[in-house]
Each structure stands twice: as structure tokens, then as C-alpha cells.
């Protein structure tokens, strides 16, 4: 036995539904002897004839009619997987997983996801959060294909694909004695932040940050979202992207302090993969919208 293809399954299947041989061969474009063929093989498979010739008129055999449900399940599970191939080829099919640090999974990378989702919607999404660290390891266990992280890194085997640079600024609770000045000094800022959280946004940053409040003695780090609680409590200063600000400075929860002196800050993060292999076409659609929500909201 050579075993049953496609072709003699659609033959089977056309002839059933257009009742002649004839009919069956024009639609698939084959000669009327190679319907034939095609028939007689898939018969010889199935063990006996699935149609009776007699007559004007095809009638299934008892054999063809219990035959008949499973060819056509065959057929449509077979144009299903091609249509999948299809859509994975095209980026528009298959499963992303994606790593990213906590404070970078609002903002624009939220927009990018809205937007996949919208223009995919037949695409799995898995997004797992983690520090550099954690980022990396998913890299080289291959948990994960793209990653964002904070630059910058130290991994010589690890790719950038996109850079995304985000102005830090000074936020403050709304009640916050300083919000009620708008602009202030660095020693205003020094004195009366009570305290200024210090958030590890890169060696820069930080090291400005300790310098700020290393003569006041408070120095107390904090992840960002925690210092992003904090304010919302109503206690203390700190530098914030408008990522994760955003909402609280429109709803008026949180002000923007205008600081003399301050040096322009920013936290840059990376998105990056393993090597320089090509990636899957779904992985490639989702970096492709990255950089375009990116260019939206932030220079890169």
C-alpha cells in the first residue's frame, strides 16, 4: 500500500459533489482517465468501492458514505495547517514571547501590543517581566526571543535591535509643599524633598541622584514602581518617565517639578536578541512596531 494522498481525497471529494467524473476533472484541471486513476487508488486503500456507476447518476456505496465525513475532515484540517503556515510566514500566526522590564510595559510598549492585536489577532502573546539579570537568562534559555533592557549591558553575544532613550523629570504629589512652587532650586529640591526616592535608572542617573542627597543622609533606593506608590501616598520626590507618570500627572495626582541646575536625565533601554539570527516573522512584526510606536513618543 502507498497510502492515501491529498489528491485522490479531493477527487473523491469533487466527484461527490458534482456528481460526474467529467464535472470533477474540469474543476481540478487533470484529465478525466487520472480521475479515474486517482479513484481506483483511493478505493484499493480503503478497501472496496465508494461509489456505484450504474446509471445517469454516482451513488455513494455504504462504504463511500461512512468514508466521506473523514475525507472532508482531512481536507479542511489540511487547508487549515496550510492557511497557518501561511499566516506564521507572514508574521500574522504562531506564538511571541516577549521579555521586558517592568517599568518599559506601559507607554509605547503597550501602544505596540494594542497594535498587534489589532492587525493580529490570531497571534499569541506572552509578555514575562524581569531585570537585566532575569532578561538575559530567558535569552539564553530561549524562553524568550526579544528582550528590553537597560543599557547599558555587558553581553557581547547579545544584538540591538532598537534603542528608546526616555527624559526622566522630578514628579511630586500634588499636596507636595514644592508643587505648590512649580520651579525650584537643587538645594530646595535637596532640602525639602522629604525624602528623594533613589530609583536605579542606570550608572548616570544614579550616581546624580546620590550626589543630590548624599549630604542629607536619606539615602533610601527603591524599585520604580514602589517609588511611583509612594508619591501617590503623598510622601516624597523622585525621578519618573512619563511612561509610568503619565496618567497621574493628567489626573493632577502628580506635578512636574521645574529643577535649576538639573542636568538633562534620561533612562535609555535596548531591545535585544541572542546572536544576529534571523527571527521568526511574527517576532520581526512585533520589532517592526516597536520602533514605529517608539518614534511616536520618544526619540530613538
Same mark, same amino acid.
Given at each position: 500500500?502507498?497510502?492515501?494522498?491529498?489528491?485522490?481525497l479531493?477527487?473523491?471529494?469533487q466527484?461527490?459533489?458534482?456528481?460526474? /467524473?467529467?464535472k470533477?476533472?474540469? @474543476?481540478?484541471?487533470i484529465?478525466?482517465?487520472?480521475?479515474?486513476?486517482?479513484?481506483?487508488? $483511493?478505493?484499493?486503500?480503503v478497501?472496496?468501492?465508494?461509489?456505484?456507476?450504474?446509471?445517469?447518476?454516482l451513488e455513494?456505496?455504504e462504504?463511500?458514505?461512512?468514508?466521506?465525513?473523514y475525507?472532508?475532515q482531512?481536507?479542511?484540517?489540511?487547508?487549515?495547517? @496550510?492557511e497557518?503556515?501561511?499566516?506564521?510566514?507572514?508574521g500574522?500566526?504562531g506564538q511571541?514571547?516577549? &521579555?521586558?522590564?517592568p517599568?518599559?510595559a506601559?507607554g509605547?510598549?503597550?501602544s505596540?501590543?494594542?497594535?498587534?492585536r +489589532?492587525?493580529?489577532?490570531?497571534?499569541?502573546?506572552a509578555?514575562?517581566t524581569?531585570?537585566?539579570?532575569?532578561?538575559? +537568562?530567558?535569552?539564553?534559555?530561549? /524562553?524568550?526571543?526579544?528582550g528590553f533592557?537597560? %543599557?547599558?549591558?555587558?553581553?557581547?553575544?547579545?544584538?540591538?535591535?532598537?534603542?528608546?532613550?526616555?527624559?526622566?523629570?522630578?514628579?511630586?504629589?500634588a499636596?507636595?509643599?514644592?508643587? #505648590?512652587?512649580g520651579?525650584v532650586t537643587? =538645594?530646595e529640591?535637596k532640602?525639602?524633598?522629604?525624602?528623594? %526616592?533613589?530609583?536605579d535608572?542606570?550608572?548616570e542617573v544614579?550616581? %546624580?541622584?546620590?550626589?543630590?542627597?548624599?549630604?542629607?543622609g536619606?539615602?533610601?533606593?527603591?524599585?520604580?514602581?514602589?517609588?511611583?506608590?509612594?508619591?501617590?501616598r &503623598? #510622601?516624597?520626590?523622585? $525621578?519618573?518617565?512619563?511612561?509610568?507618570?503619565g496618567?497621574?500627572?493628567?489626573s493632577?495626582?502628580? @506635578? =512636574?517639578?521645574?529643577?535649576?541646575?538639573?542636568?538633562? $536625565?534620561?533612562?535609555?533601554?535596548?531591545?535585544? #536578541?541572542?546572536?544576529?539570527?534571523l527571527?521568526?516573522?511574527?517576532?520581526?512584526?512585533?520589532?517592526?512596531? /516597536?520602533r514605529?510606536?517608539?518614534k511616536?513618543g520618544?526619540?530613538?
Open positions: 500500500m502507498k497510502g492515501i494522498d491529498t489528491n485522490q479531493q477527487t473523491f471529494d466527484i461527490v459533489r458534482l456528481g460526474s /467524473f467529467s470533477a476533472a474540469r @474543476v481540478l484541471d484529465s478525466q482517465p487520472t480521475i479515474s486513476a486517482r479513484l481506483r487508488q $483511493l478505493e484499493q486503500e478497501g472496496g468501492a465508494l461509489l456505484l456507476r450504474g446509471g445517469s447518476r455513494l456505496t462504504l463511500g458514505r461512512s468514508f466521506l465525513p475525507a472532508r482531512a481536507l479542511a484540517v489540511l487547508s487549515k495547517g @496550510v497557518t503556515a501561511r499566516l506564521a510566514e507572514q500574522k500566526r511571541v514571547v516577549i &521579555g521586558t522590564l517599568t518599559l506601559a509605547f510598549f503597550a505596540a501590543l494594542a497594535r498587534v +489589532e492587525e493580529n489577532p490570531q497571534l499569541g502573546i509578555v514575562h524581569g531585570h537585566n539579570r532575569e532578561i538575559v +537568562e530567558m535569552l539564553y534559555d530561549g /524562553f524568550i526571543k526579544i533592557m537597560i %543599557w547599558p549591558y555587558l553581553n557581547a553575544d547579545i544584538t540591538t535591535l532598537l534603542e528608546v532613550e526616555e527624559p526622566l523629570f522630578v514628579a511630586v504629589p499636596a507636595h509643599p514644592l508643587a #505648590q512652587r520651579k537643587l =538645594e529640591l532640602e525639602e524633598a522629604n525624602p528623594f %526616592w533613589l530609583i535608572w542606570g550608572h544614579k550616581g %546624580w541622584q546620590t550626589l543630590l542627597i548624599r549630604e542629607l536619606t539615602e533610601i533606593e527603591v524599585p520604580p514602581q514602589t517609588a511611583l506608590d509612594l508619591l501617590l &503623598g #510622601q516624597g520626590a523622585a $525621578l519618573l518617565t512619563r511612561a509610568m507618570a496618567r497621574a500627572l493628567m493632577g495626582e502628580l @506635578v =512636574e517639578l521645574q529643577v535649576d541646575g538639573m542636568p538633562k $536625565l534620561s533612562r535609555k533601554s535596548v531591545l535585544v #536578541q541572542l546572536g544576529r539570527d527571527l521568526p516573522p511574527a517576532v520581526e512584526e512585533f520589532v517592526r512596531l /516597536f514605529e510606536e517608539a511616536l520618544y526619540n530613538s
